[in-house]
């Protein structure tokens, strides 16, 4: 989509300039082709708790002294709709993380936003971390939270760190806020050289 | 032919006896009362008006025109003179008229705003997506009552409405009690009103705020002084200690499971507050703002899937089993 489209522009200007009529022609091609695509964003699942099974060997993080062959966990669909991470962000207030966590800057619980996992930056070891709690004081909210809503939460701290896409991160806050919005974190680069 | 007449004059019955919990023609407070005089005042004079209006214009419309005697011309200075006094005394009755519906409306406001300052309840009132949280007001902290989607007023006094929001615009509207007041986050806004009957009466939120805008009701009960003190002794206990087996079983889900993390149940360890008060739910007239009516079966749908009742809602649909289900849904609906 993002690549076609594009080349339909372009392939237009270059017969344009063989006929004005043309031009147009394409120009409103290009409108029509344009203007559905902005009706919808994104698909938003409003179903109870679809539980995403974790895939095996999650409890890994990048540090894990493994043979180094982890593949790439592939990237939730929690992470990918602007409308999961800003149920995670609502969530992340109302269930307290930022009791300890605060907005991502860290204070009795360490930081969000900077590169340094203690447990994993992949989405899947978030989630074990906030169903299994921690031992240095991160508590468990296993049962406590809804498998769905845990993913949620997750996706939302993945953003945080900067790992989402910029159009699915949340933007600015209504009210004044010390941290820039997470669509505006800077994007991480682990010292294993490692993208996330 | 006769048939079909006869349905739909009873289909359109059956809309009307929808309007019935609505009903802004029929004020039960002296808001909705002067709104709604106002109201016919307005219609019953545009109305003549319009009559008139269109009856000159059939008039002129319709009328052969007589033919002119001599040069059309001669006549103007006669024809101005006659012109100047028509049109002049139907500016005269223009102006006359509008002072008058503007001193009327002036008026009706004037009643309005009067009882201001008279009230002996005050009532704080937030809007949330999509629910309506409620704090009746207590100079005796102790004596603050936290409830949600159902306020009770005494008949025949005035009641206060302090109004917030905690995301988005909201606007609060019952009709038979008064008009719309919007509640926006930041701005503190307040209404006072008198209900003059007692009754249950429909509210709702009058201002578009996402998914369930239209699922964003509530109930306000209009009862005599001696029961408000009594309900309003009620609210203030704590919340029921569970008698049967499964309902303690259910309290234990419920703190077990994350309820209490959204949900207060005062007297338990349950204190979010982000969400309804569960304390006193089961003594409220609906369920999740004014969607279900409150009674064991509906309570079980909601608490099984929110989501297919109000898609969208912020309550998440919990991953209970059907004994934890059973037995929550008996804890929750015991909390009278
Ligand atoms: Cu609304």
Redesign the pocket.
């Known amino acids: 989509m993002q690549f076609w489209l594009p080349t339909v522009f372009l392939v237009a200007i270059y017969r344009g300039q063989k006929s004005d009529a043309a031009m147009m022609r394409a120009i409103m091609l290009l409108a029509l082709l344009v203007a559905p695509a902005s009706c919808q964003r994104e698909e938003r699942d409003l179903t109870g708790s679809v539980p995403e099974k974790p895939a095996a060997g999650i409890e890994q993080s990048v540090l894990h002294p493994g043979d180094g062959n982890n593949p790439a966990p592939a990237r939730s669909k929690y992470e990918e709709t602007a409308f999961d991470v800003a149920e995670g962000k609502r969530l992340f207030q109302w269930f307290n993380c930022s009791g300890c966590h605060f907005n991502g800057g860290g204070g009795i619980g360490p930081a969000l936003m900077d590169d340094k996992w203690f447990y994993g930056s992949s989405i899947e070891n978030i989630v074990a971390t906030i169903k299994e709690g921690r031992p240095n004081g991160m508590p468990s909210f296993k049962g406590l939270v809804p498998e769905k809503e845990v993913w949620q939460l997750a996706a939302y701290v993945r953003s945080v760190g900067g790992f989402v896409a910029k159009d699915v991160a949340p933007s600015r806050n209504d009210d004044l806020n010390a941290a820039p919005a997470e669509n505006r974190a800077p994007t991480p680069s682990p010292f294993n050289g490692k993208g996330p | 032919m006769t048939r079909l007449r006869g349905k739909a004059l009873l289909l359109a019955a059956v809309f009307l006896a929808g309007c019935a919990p609505y009903a802004v023609l029929e004020p039960q407070g002296q808001s909705a009362g002067s709104i709604a005089g106002l109201l016919h005042l307005f219609m019953w004079v545009c109305m003549v008006i319009w009559v008139a209006v269109v009856a000159a214009l059939a008039y002129a419309a319709l009328k052969r025109p007589t033919p002119a005697a001599g040069s059309p011309l001669q006549s103007a200075a006669e024809f101005d003179g006659k012109a100047n006094w028509i049109v002049g005394s139907f500016v005269a009755l223009t102006v006359a008229i509008l002072a008058v519906l503007t001193l009327s409306s002036y008026l009706a406001g004037k009643t309005i705003a009067d009882i201001t300052g008279t009230e002996t309840v005050t009532i704080h009132v937030t ?1 949330y ?2 629910w309506w949280d409620v704090e009746y007001e207590d100079t005796r902290p102790d004596r603050t009552i936290y409830t949600a989607n159902e306020l009770h007023v005494p008949v025949g006094e005035a009641v206060k409405i302090k109004l917030d929001a905690g995301d ?4 609060i509207w019952v009709p038979s009690l008064f008009g719309k007041r919007d509640l926006i986050p930041g701005q503190h806004n307040e209404l006072t009103f008198i209900a003059e009957k007692p009754g249950v009466y429909r509210g ?7 998914f ?3 699922h ?1 009701g509530f109930t306000i009960v209009a009862e005599p002084r001696p029961a408000f003190d009594e309900w309003r002794r009620e609210q203030l206990a704590q919340a029921a200690i569970p008698a049967a087996l499964e309902q303690q079983q259910g309290r234990d889900v419920f703190l077990s499971r994350g309820c209490g993390l959204c949900h207060t149940v005062r007297g338990t360890d349950a204190g979010g507050r982000v969400a309804p008060d569960l304390t006193h739910v089961a003594s409220r007239q609906t369920l999740a703002a004014g969607t279900l009516r409150m009674t064991m079966t509906d309570l079980a749908r909601w608490i099984s899937d929110p989501q297919a009742i109000k898609p969208g809602t912020k309550m998440p649909k919990a991953d209970l089993d059907e004994r934890e289900l059973d037995a929550v849904v008996a804890y929750v609906g015991s909390l009278k």
């Open positions: 809007g997506q999509w988005v615009i909201h606007s709702q939120c009058a201002e578009f705020c996402g369930q805008h239209a964003m």
